[in-house]
DNA sequence: CTTATTAATTCAACTAACTTGAATGTTCAA
DNA sequence: TTGAACATTCAAGTTAGTTGAATTAATAAG
């Protein structure tokens, strides 16, 4: 299973240029909705008349609608723009070992519906014809308004590829090893599709509805089967040079610690993850299912519960640090496959070290938040991947 | 001071698509030269006659020059060009807290003059005309080919602004607090000015002309007073929101271990760095004060020496692995202030975990290798940073 | 109340840079 | 010797941007 495509320099020409100015008209009435074509020209270094250009195209293709003429001291008022929430659709669909979820999503990245089905095998065959009924389901009623489709993002666990912590094995997918995701479900669903992991996905998601709007640099770390770290730089997804950027779960925090399943020991995950949570909580008797489980334990206040948190607190913080060293990011945010209140227990339970590039003065964002997406935010974070797509400017192209 | 100029999106037109083609057609030159016309155009997706035109304009320029057909099967035989070495340089300017080093190389990365400075105090006056004295020796007599200057890449230790590791102190510069140092620097030299800390310009270094040739995604770890890590990722050096991206010095990998000047304990930099190397020999009674000496016990196989490496080696193996699984990279590449046979045998000693995603089979590139452009590395990497702006394109622009 | 100023938007002409298709060389293979 | 293959150039043609003047509507000043 290969997902990285290496990206070529490529030319540009009128064509691109204007895909390019697209993108970026776009990206700015995202921002600062609404807004007039003058403040776009200045914001973006292009002429009124090229912006008027663009903007008519894009009311032309239902991406963007008026918002009234607003007078601001003297002048001809501005006729102001705003995104077309109901213009476009996006699909989401994340692959899970036991299940999918599905969720539709429009172009402001307000979610307009969501399913979950289970999953007998992770076969393509099978994985595959989910994913088609899925769509089917979402699409179901919606397409009458002839909203434009703009692709579908597919969340998959990784790591890609065979690599070495492949004996992690509970993340990984069987029966992918030999295709290529991305033309799978391009074929299977008909649309365009980009497939991330399920970390970056959530990250994405933030950027687009949650409490990373207007971040350009920022990191979340992901709670799913294991520990997941998706990064966005200057509003670029990293994925690695193999696309598997970002596992944090197996980074040594503890050496000679706790023996975690790839073999090594010390492992971020085997403190803080569903799994660590899941084997303390075993030793103590007591099995959790769903993420829901966790919550009412949390609820009732489970001494064992409790003491996991407090364990994994410090590897959680040790984490923070390196990321906040490594990445110098605007934020931390921390989400997935956990109840809000745990989440927030961790991080009000975070002993985060003076000595980090993160702890400086006049800082505008807290260094680590909870994000706002909720449990399905990998699945938002599909479809968000591919609105992200359409209004984040590119140079590069796949090859 | 404050080194991360924002980046604004901004649109593009006819003058900024030129622009961009022109560093396509460049960098295309210079990773498969010589290369005819044609091949350009199918790799860069531009028509053949976009790309004549262009290296007909980079020709005037003197930044191409023609290097003879060569018949390759049938047709009418290719005029291959490749960068005319002589016809740009740039400046590079490494700032220490105790030197100024300088070093002047051409559109190939080939290094033409090097030269240092003594730094009394390193207040702004006193920096800015050691730099401006650089400048004037490094062109001296080299400027009369009417060689275009494309600008300097000045290079300071991190990290930038008010952060909580300034503690560390040994890294930092006096005086800087309140000032722009690109506009300082712009100003002082007369040509355009980029700045970046060690580690990120040694990287570039390496990029140009060393082992990282033709790679887009790697990573550095930089022996300079601490210990840095650079990271290019898809081609774009990584910074970081507020500049400060690769702290990795400051990365805890033996919690409850050596305390480090920053105020935690068990920091990277207390067991793998110069710091540490000089404070293990400090112990047993020895000083050090340049490179040659390290390098001279090494010969002399001096015991202390071995046993820091000894104790350095499993800190930097976790390092090595943690970078692996964050970024993902092709691979890792170690250099700095540290004498090339106690790098090799660093990397020789190095016990890298299996659980990595970089534990992959069918690798063309070795996990971890010795950089090649050994000690003067930063500064020639200052400016490496400016041959690469000139040739890698963007399409944000600064604020 | 009238007039001047300010600012957004549109109109019309202009321009830069890319694409396309035909023409021109050159070499290799039949 | 001839034709296929390929690089390069030539000459339009096209796209999408810029520029400067004209239009419109609001506020501020007289």
Redesign the pocket.
């Known amino acids: 299973m290969k997902i990285n495509n290496p990206r070529r320099i490529v030319?540009?020409?009128?064509?691109?240029?204007?895909?390019?100015?697209?993108q970026v008209v776009l990206g700015h009435v995202r921002e600062r909705q609404p807004i007039?074509?003058?403040?776009?020209?200045?914001i973006s270094?292009?002429?009124?008349?090229?912006?008027?250009?663009?903007?008519?195209e894009l009311e032309e293709d239902r991406l963007l609608i008026e918002a009234g003429?607003q007078?601001?001291?003297?002048?001809?008022?501005?006729?102001?723009?705003r995104l077309n929430a109901d213009g476009a659709v996006a699909l989401g669909i994340e692959v899970r070992p036991d299940a999918m979820f599905g969720a539709l999503v429009n172009l402001e990245g307000e979610t307009l519906f969501t399913t979950r089905e289970a999953l007998s095998d992770n076969a393509p065959s099978t994985v595959v014809s989910v994913a088609r009924r899925i769509r089917a389901s979402a699409l179901e009623g919606r397409c009458g308004k002839a909203q434009r489709i703009l692709g579908a993002g597919v969340v998959m666990p990784g790591p890609f590829g065979k690599v070495g912590i492949s004996g992690a094995g509970q993340s990984a997918l069987h029966g992918w090893e030999e295709s290529d995701p991305v033309a799978v479900f391009e074929e299977a669903l008909d649309m365009p599709v980009v497939v991330e992991n399920d970390a970056t996905a959530a990250a994405v998601a933030e950027r687009v509805r949650g409490v990373a709007t207007g971040l350009r640099t920022f990191c979340f770390l992901y709670f799913g089967a294991g520990l997941g770290l998706g990064v966005v730089a200057e509003g670029e997804v990293q994925r690695g040079a193999f696309g598997n950027a970002g596992e944090i779960g197996h980074v040594i925090v503890r050496p000679g610690g706790r023996l975690c399943a790839c073999g090594n020991h010390g492992c971020l995950e085997t403190y803080a993850s569903r799994i660590a949570a899941r084997s303390k909580l075993a030793g103590a008797g007591i099995e959790i299912g769903s993420a829901s489980d966790i919550e009412n334990l949390y609820k009732a206040g489970n001494a064992h519960l409790m003491e996991w948190i407090e364990e994994a607190s410090g590897p959680l913080s040790q984490a923070v640090g390196l990321i906040e060293n490594l990445f110098d990011p605007e934020t931390v945010i921390l989400g997935g496959a956990m109840p809000d209140a745990v989440l927030d227990h961790l991080i009000a339970t975070l002993d985060l070290p003076g000595g980090s590039v993160a702890a400086r003065a006049g800082r505008s964002t807290p260094r680590v938040q909870r994000g706002a997406c909720g449990r399905l935010t990998a699945a938002l974070g599909g479809a968000a991947l591919v609105i992200h797509d359409t209004i984040t400017p590119r140079i590069a192209a796949k090859t």
């Open positions: 030319g540009s020409n009128a064509e691109r240029t204007r895909l390019h100015n697209r007039g074509r003058a403040e776009i020209a200045r270094g292009l002429s009124t008349q090229a912006v008027s250009n663009i903007i008519a003429r007078s601001e001291g003297r002048g001809l008022p501005v006729l102001k723009y």
